[in-house]
């Protein structure tokens, strides 16, 4: 028996792809659960932030931390509302400084579709791996997450910056040319953004242990119910994908305390 707070898996980019799930005290090796069945138990809560047994509101975070914590503001998911190399504080300058006065890219990864977004530098394959991308290439090379970010909005007009989750997990992906598709979107940039193009033309490939795809979906949360079962048949994106086609996002149920079961 596994017990702790859930939070994201940890990918190590492989061939392919291998998932740990850590707790404080224990953690499971995703890849050797798979054919495995898994119960997962609901026990409490614990926000990511305060610690506080309070119910978790999002992101892992009681409602208050949720709208208080700096790693929630609302740059995280605008970055071009990003303020700090304005030295404009949102929550809380001094993190506020650390993660948005570093080095970003923006890139195209190929999830459900092709997609654009942004990142940091270091941050790069974790992130899209969280996605569950199959393919990605950096077309920018920023100097910090306001930048990138202006640069997301500027295609945002020709191409999406969100993932069908349906269609990443059953793989049904409308590939396209990475490459070429790097060059149509340089054209699409502005002079003072398409200066900062990226000389690296690597197109990054992934691969997931996923034994079947299912041809439809159905989400499990803990929030709708306290227990979780199924047969493991994959791990895709920060998802565990089950043999009865439901899929549980390890991610969006974070800040759950659980006890989790494998035979």
């Known amino acids: 028996m596994f017990s702790g707070v859930l939070q ?4 190590i980019n492989d061939n392919p ?35 506080g047994n309070i119910e978790i509101f999002a992101n892992g975070f009681c409602k208050k931390c949720f709208f208080e914590s700096p790693k929630s503001g609302d740059w995280v998911m605008r970055p071009e509302l990003s303020k700090a190399h304005l030295d404009q504080e949102d929550r809380d300058l001094d993190f506020e400084k650390e993660m948005q006065l570093q ?22 394959q974790t992130r899209w791996i969280d996605q569950g991308a199959v393919e990605s290439i950096i077309l920018l090379e920023l100097p910090n997450r306001y930048l990138a970010g202006l640069a997301e909005v500027e295609l945002k007009e020709d191409y999406s910056d969100k993932t069908n989750w349906r269609k990443m997990l059953t793989n049904e992906i409308n590939k396209v040319d990475l490459i070429n598709e790097k060059k149509n979107a340089l054209d699409k940039l502005s002079n003072d953004l398409k200066k900062y193009k990226s000389g690296n033309d690597e197109v990054y490939k992934f691969n997931y242990n996923v034994l079947d795809y299912p041809k439809s979906v159905k989400s499990k949360s803990l929030k709708k119910s306290n227990e979780i079962n199924g047969k493991l048949v994959g791990v895709k994106g920060q998802y565990l994908i089950f043999e009865d086609s439901t899929v549980f996002n390890v991610r969006s149920n974070e800040g759950y305390v659980v006890e989790i079961g494998l035979k």
């Open 8 to 11: 994201k898996m940890t990918s």
């Open 17 to 51: 792809i291998r998932y740990i799930l850590e707790f404080e005290s224990n953690f499971i090796l995703m890849n050797q659960a798979i054919n495995k069945e898994i119960h997962i138990s609901k026990k409490g809560y614990c926000c990511l932030s305060c610690s």
């Open 103 to 124: 080095p970003h890219i923006l890139y195209f990864s190929m999830t459900s579709g092709l997609k654009v977004g942004v990142t940091r530098v270091k941050n790069m």
